[in-house]
């Protein structure tokens, strides 16, 4: 994982400031039909809290990122949701989830880290646990300031999820254009 973006202050701001006006409002709609309310959520990727804010309208939610500036930035907004400094490919955490949330951010991961990713997500969910992770559509892969940005395909990620998730949604919606983005909710299977 490209970890040199995010990692300043100047860097989380611009983030900021690029995100301002995009959330995760539709995803976290669809999310709710297959999780119910009250449910415990870990977020990966908080980054300004966002998405944080309208999961913990119906969940309670853990937000994470691997930038300690996104988190000094939560805490500064009185955040009062746990906290925990956490890569997205390694996990290591002790707690176990009803649902793992993340929106646009495993995109930063290389294809062996994506698929490392999901096998570690599985050690903490709860049996019959939810994922729900969207993806930028296509097949570009490139690296901006820093960070990687890596598309995928439905095909792609059935492939990779399947063996591990039942899915239970998987198509493409819009962000910025026309289908330019992937929403994947699967279920964990039984061992």
Avoid at 4 to 29: C, F, H, P, S, W
Avoid at 123 to 134: A, K, M, P, R, T
Avoid at 152 to 159: G, M
Wanted: charged content about 25%.
């Amino acid at each position: 994982m490209t970890e040199r973006y995010y990692l300043t202050n100047e860097t989380a701001v611009q983030y900021i400031k690029m995100a301002e006006g995009y959330d995760g409002k539709e995803l976290i709609e669809k999310l709710k039909s297959y999780l119910s309310a009250g449910s415990t959520v870990l977020e990966l990727g908080s980054g300004p809290g966002t998405d944080l804010e309208v999961l913990s309208q119906y969940y309670h939610v853990t937000g994470s990122d691997f930038s300690q500036q996104f988190l000094d930035i939560l805490v500064e907004k009185n955040v009062s949701n746990e906290l925990l400094i956490l890569d997205a490919i390694t996990l290591k955490t002790d707690k176990i989830f009803d649902c793992i949330y993340s929106n646009k951010v495993l995109q930063h991961l290389t294809n062996d880290e994506l698929f490392q990713s999901i096998k570690n997500q599985l050690h903490i969910l709860d049996d019959g646990g939810i994922v729900c992770h969207s993806f930028w559509a296509g097949d570009d892969c490139y690296e901006m300031k820093g960070a990687l940005h890596n598309y995928h395909t439905l095909v792609e990620l059935e492939s990779w999820f399947s063996p591990y998730f039942e899915i239970q949604l998987l198509e493409f919606y819009d962000e910025m254009e026309k289908d330019d983005s992937i929403l994947l909710i699967g279920k964990k299977l039984k061992n």
